[in-house]
């Protein structure tokens, strides 16, 4: 089985390499420096969750196997289904992180899309793919809760 733990304890940042970035004085908000600095975290994430789906399917190829118990055969199924459901989770994520991607191109990124307000450096780093502000993602959560409860 792929182990992956030692990156997958690693944050967003340290995955990319990148220390935190420190704004200058007078720095405009989401200038080209701030720009390539999201890129970079966003481009090495990306890699990162493809290396995991080419594990995945490495790991399922080598160890198929056809098992003339069936509790052996259950139990390599049931591994094989959870492994498929994490890289289904990493493939929409991975097509955020490309929609993500787009938006700093377009030179729209790092900006609330319900408010139009700056989301915030440290917010993004903690959650590149963040589209909303703090204040607006909470309101989305609590209209979320009303509506399920």
């Not at 790991?59 to 890289?87: C, G, I, T, W």
Request: aromatic letters at 6%; a negative charge.
């Amino acid at each position: 089985m792929p182990t992956g733990t030692e990156k997958k304890s690693l944050g967003i940042m340290a995955i990319a390499g990148l220390a935190p970035y420190q704004e200058k004085p007078g720095e405009e908000y989401m200038g080209p420096a701030q720009l390539e600095h999201f890129k970079k975290i966003l481009g090495a994430w990306r890699s990162q969750l493809r290396q995991e789906v080419d594990k995945t399917m490495n790991h399922m190829q080598d160890e198929a196997a056809n098992f003339p118990d069936p509790v052996d055969r259950a139990a390599q199924e049931e591994e094989f289904s959870l492994e498929l459901r994490a890289r289904d989770r990493e493939r929409k994520l991975i097509k955020k992180i490309e929609k993500t991607l787009q938006l700093i191109e377009d030179d729209d990124f790092g900006f609330c899309k319900e408010c139009g307000i700056e989301i915030g450096i440290r917010r993004l780093e903690a959650r590149p793919t963040a589209d909303l502000c703090i204040d607006c993602k909470t309101l989305a959560e609590i209209k979320e809760k009303q509506l399920a409860g």
